[in-house]
């Protein structure tokens, strides 16, 4: 599976953007996809995932009522849509893939190349 994501850039707080995460090589059906993200100096962690199937979702506390993640099947495409956006979520938001349920301790195998967000305050 290849994953690219798309997206990313400056925007002042306050902002939205929206990320999306391409898949190929073969379908995400059954598979956990979701965003993880790194800020400089700091360990990278779990943003928001989704089971392709039965859309089950997970937010972490500090992008929840903020970040909305989504999936779309038939293109083999993950969104997530960042709103009221904060300096503190400035990192590289990466893309990331499992064949497997979403559960708290998953560890995807397949990996983006990562997409800069940058919030200036």
């Known amino acids: 599976v290849q994953v690219v994501e798309s997206g990313g850039g400056l925007v002042q707080a306050g902002g939205s953007l929206r990320l999306s995460c391409e898949f190929s090589?073969?379908?995400?059906?059954?598979?956990?996809i979701g965003w993880f993200r790194q800020a400089p100096g700091k360990e990278r962690e779990g943003v928001s995932w989704i089971g392709s199937t039965d859309g089950s979702t997970y937010y972490a506390d500090s992008v929840k009522g903020r970040f909305t993640i989504s999936n779309d099947n038939a293109k083999n495409t993950m969104y997530l849509q960042m709103n009221s956006l904060k300096p503190e979520d400035t990192a590289v938001y990466f893309c990331?893939?499992?064949?497997?349920?979403?559960?708290?301790?998953?560890?995807?195998?397949?990996w983006g190349q990562g997409t800069q967000v940058t919030v200036s305050s």
């Open positions: 090589g073969r379908t995400i059906d059954e598979y956990c």
């Open positions: 990331a893939s499992e064949y497997t349920s979403c559960v708290p301790t998953w560890s995807p195998y397949y």
